[in-house]
């Protein structure tokens, strides 16, 4: 659910909240990293919806755990009203989360979980499982038109330490498990990144040669595989699926290099995270759906990319 409610107008919640409000806030951006154009664009969205007499500073963490830690002990001891937070280690996100608290700072988690998410005031995520599902439904769709039924070998690849990955895994299991004739042949474990799809790619071309699709975890990885399949003189041959809908797999899908992509909205996302901590700030009372909200994603593919290109 997202705050509000579906199509509500964020501007005019934030103008209801005006009067609970302070003058002022800090607040901080704990990010992973802003090299991948995901979370800048919850950058931009934080930024977007932010009052103009609050400030947003972001601090990027170059994906390390120890520098989040670092960073969030520094937020703590910053005079900062609330943190955003895009946790590196599930579990081990735990002592930066419990030195805000300590210090009385507020967090909102952004784009991923934590093991204990009482340690956290809320969360602004996307619903990941159904990224999973939209991606299965569509892997289901070709090979039945593939073969006039439903069957193929499928590989998977995936990162088994992220919650937002496990998830999207999960969800894309739920929906080939139903057919006993489509079957999971391969897996690899790694990072969401180009390079690394490309290595396992190489690796699932060996282990499966006659596979027919390949979910992987992200768009960056997704590319990579395209990549290597390219690489290897097979581009048409294999289902690439990926999540995000980032510009770069958009391009990919309307030159039949990647087949689909569960489309996430970072923007939006931030513009959601900076109303809920507003609210949070307010000290309204929040149901469980309206502190942790989970964004719908919108599936991508080469009948409707046009329409996404520019988004």
């Given at each position: 659910?997202?705050?509000?409610?579906?199509g509500?107008?964020?501007?005019?919640?934030?103008?209801?909240l005006?009067?609970?409000?302070?003058?002022?806030?800090?607040?901080?951006?704990?990010?992973?990293?802003?090299?991948?154009?995901f979370?800048?664009?919850?950058?931009n969205?934080?930024?977007?919806?932010?009052?103009?007499?609050?400030?947003v500073?972001?601090?990027?963490?170059?994906?390390?755990?120890?520098?989040?830690?670092?960073?969030?002990?520094?937020?703590?001891?910053?005079?900062?009203?609330?943190?955003?937070?895009?946790?590196?280690?599930?579990?081990?996100?735990?002592?930066?989360?419990?030195?805000?608290?300590?210090?009385?700072?507020?967090?909102?988690?952004?784009?991923?979980?934590?093991?204990?998410?009482?340690l956290?005031?809320?969360s602004?995520?996307?619903?990941?499982?159904?990224?999973?599902?939209?991606?299965?439904?569509?892997?289901?769709?070709?090979?039945?038109?593939?073969?006039?039924?439903?069957?193929?070998?499928?590989?998977?690849?995936?990162?088994?330490?992220?919650?937002?990955?496990?998830?999207?895994?999960?969800?894309?299991?739920?929906?080939?498990?139903?057919?006993?004739?489509?079957?999971?042949?391969?897996?690899?474990?790694?990072?969401?990144?180009?390079?690394?799809?490309?290595?396992?790619?190489?690796?699932?071309?060996?282990?499966?040669?006659?596979?027919?699709?390949?979910?992987?975890?992200?768009?960056?990885?997704?590319?990579?595989?395209?990549?290597?399949?390219?690489?290897?003189?097979?581009?048409?041959?294999?289902l690439?699926?990926?999540?995000d809908?980032?510009?770069?797999?958009?391009?990919?899908?309307?030159?039949?290099?990647?087949?689909?992509?569960?489309?996430?909205?970072?923007?939006?996302?931030?513009?959601?995270?900076?109303?809920?901590?507003?609210?949070?700030?307010a000290?309204?009372?929040?149901?469980?759906?309206?502190?942790?909200?989970?964004?719908?994603?919108?599936?991508?593919?080469?009948?409707?990319?046009?329409?996404?290109?520019?988004?």
């Amino acid at each position: 659910e997202v705050v509000g409610g579906e199509g509500s107008d964020l501007e005019s919640i934030l103008k209801e909240l005006d009067k609970d409000l302070k003058d002022k806030y800090e607040f901080a951006f704990c990010v992973k990293t802003l090299t991948n154009p995901f979370f800048a664009n919850i950058d931009n969205g934080l930024k977007d919806m932010v009052r103009k007499s609050d400030k947003v500073t972001t601090l990027e963490c170059n994906n390390d755990a120890g520098t989040q830690l670092n960073v969030c002990e520094d937020i703590a001891n910053g005079g900062y009203d609330l943190c955003f937070l895009t946790p590196i280690d599930y579990e081990g996100v735990s002592a930066a989360l419990k030195s805000l608290q300590n210090a009385g700072v507020k967090v909102v988690l952004v784009d991923s979980l934590a093991a204990d998410m009482s340690l956290t005031d809320g969360s602004s995520v996307s619903d990941n499982f159904q990224a999973g599902v939209l991606a299965g439904e569509a892997c289901v769709k070709a090979l039945k038109k593939k073969y006039g039924e439903e069957k193929g070998q499928v590989v998977i690849f995936e990162n088994t330490t992220s919650p937002p990955v496990r998830d999207r895994v999960a969800g894309f299991e739920s929906i080939i498990s139903k057919y006993s004739g489509i079957e999971i042949a391969h897996r690899e474990n790694g990072k969401g990144q180009i390079d690394t799809g490309m290595i396992a790619m190489d690796n699932f071309l060996q282990a499966v040669p006659e596979m027919d699709a390949v979910f992987s975890m992200n768009d960056p990885s997704a590319q990579g595989c395209a990549n290597a399949i390219e690489a290897a003189g097979r581009t048409g041959e294999i289902l690439v699926y990926g999540v995000d809908g980032s510009t770069e797999s958009k391009e990919y899908i309307k030159d039949g290099k990647q087949d689909g992509s569960s489309c996430q909205f970072p923007f939006t996302m931030g513009q959601e995270a900076i109303v809920l901590a507003y609210r949070i700030l307010a000290g309204q009372t929040l149901s469980e759906s309206e502190r942790n909200i989970k964004i719908p994603c919108e599936w991508i593919d080469i009948d409707n990319v046009a329409e996404y290109i520019d988004q």
